[in-house]
C-alpha cells in the first residue's frame, strides 16, 4: 500500500477527481485529499456536494462522493492546514497529482508560491524529486498557461491534460473520463480497471482489467504521443506494483 495526495482546485473537471480517488482506493491504496475554497464551489456546482465554505467539510461528504470504500483509506485536509501531513516530505507519498488542475494553481506551484495545502503538496514533491502528476484543464491556453506547464514540466512534473480523445469512442462521460484517467493511473504505475488499451487500427480495444507492465516505461500511445518525444517530463516517476 502507497499514499498519494490528490488535489482538487477550481477548475472544472470534478468527476475526473472522484474516479481518480476511487481507483486509488481500489488499487489498494490511501489518499489524501484537500480541495481548495475555489474547489468548493465547483464540487458543489457540478456534482451537487457541499463540501462547506472553502471545503473544510469535505471529510463529511467523502463517503457521498467516494463511496463506502473510502472508510479508513482516505483523508480530506482544509486546504488552509499547511500543517497537515502531506505537508512534510517526510510523509513519503508515492505521488502529489493535482486534479483537475486550475491554471491558478499550476501558476502558483509554478513559482514555488505554496500559499495553501494543495500547492505546499505540489512543492514538495518538487522538492523532493518525487511524482508531480498536473491535469491542467482549460481552453483556449494562453502563453502564460503554457509556459507554466513548460516550467513544471522542465522540473519534472509530468503534465497530464484534461483532454480526453475519442478514438475508444466512449458511449458516456464515464467512459470517456475512465480513459483519460487510466493514463494517469498508468502514468503512476498503478494498477487498474479503466479504460480499454489501443490495439492497433482495426482491432477492438482490449477489455479493461489489464494492469500495466511489471517493469519498465508503459509503450507510448500512437494516437497520442510523438515518437521523437524525449520523454523527459517526469523522468522522477516511480513505478509501484
Ligand atoms: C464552475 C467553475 C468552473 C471553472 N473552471 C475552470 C477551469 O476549467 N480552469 C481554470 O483554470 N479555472 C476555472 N475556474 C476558475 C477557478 O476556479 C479560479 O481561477 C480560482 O481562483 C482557482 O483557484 P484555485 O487554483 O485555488 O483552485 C472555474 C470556476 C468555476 C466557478
Known amino acids: 500500500m502507497s499514499s498519494y495526495f490528490v488535489g482538487i482546485t477550481g477548475a472544472s473537471g470534478h468527476l475526473y477527481a472522484q474516479t481518480l480517488v476511487r481507483a486509488l482506493v481500489a488499487a489498494g491504496h490511501e489518499v489524501h485529499i484537500c480541495l481548495t475554497p475555489a474547489g468548493a464551489m465547483v464540487m458543489q456546482h457540478e456534482i451537487g456536494l457541499h463540501p462547506g ?16 470504500e473510502a472508510q479508513g483509506k482516505v483523508f ?21 497529482i493535482l486534479c483537475p488542475c486550475s491554471m491558478g ?31 491542467p484543464r482549460e481552453t483556449p491556453l494562453s502563453v502564460i498557461h503554457l509556459e507554466n506547464m513548460l516550467t513544471l514540466a522542465r522540473m519534472g512534473a509530468v503534465i497530464l491534460p484534461c483532454m480526453p480523445g475519442l478514438y475508444h469512442k466512449p458511449e458516456s462521460v464515464q467512459e470517456l473520463v475512465d480513459h483519460l484517467v487510466g493514463k494517469a493511473l498508468d502514468r503512476l504505475g498503478v494498477a487498474h480497471g479503466l479504460g480499454k488499451r489501443w490495439q492497433g487500427l482495426g482491432q477492438e480495444p482490449t477489455e479493461a482489467g489489464i494492469e500495466p507492465p511489471a517493469s519498465g516505461p508503459l509503450e507510448s500511445d500512437p494516437l497520442e504521443s510523438d515518437p521523437s518525444d524525449s520523454n523527459q517530463a517526469g523522468s522522477n516517476q516511480k513505478k509501484e506494483r
Open 53 to 68: 465554505p472553502k471545503g473544510n467539510f469535505l471529510g463529511r461528504v467523502i463517503e457521498a462522493w467516494i463511496g463506502p
Open 105 to 135: 494553481t499550476m501558476a502558483r506551484v509554478a513559482v514555488g508560491f505554496s500559499s495553501n495545502l494543495v500547492e505546499r503538496a505540489a512543492d514538495v514533491a518538487l522538492k523532493e524529486g518525487r511524482t508531480l502528476l498536473c491535469m
Open 76 to 96: 480530506a485536509h482544509p486546504s488552509e492546514n499547511v500543517g497537515a501531513k502531506p505537508a512534510s516530505g517526510t510523509a513519503n507519498l508515492a505521488a502529489t
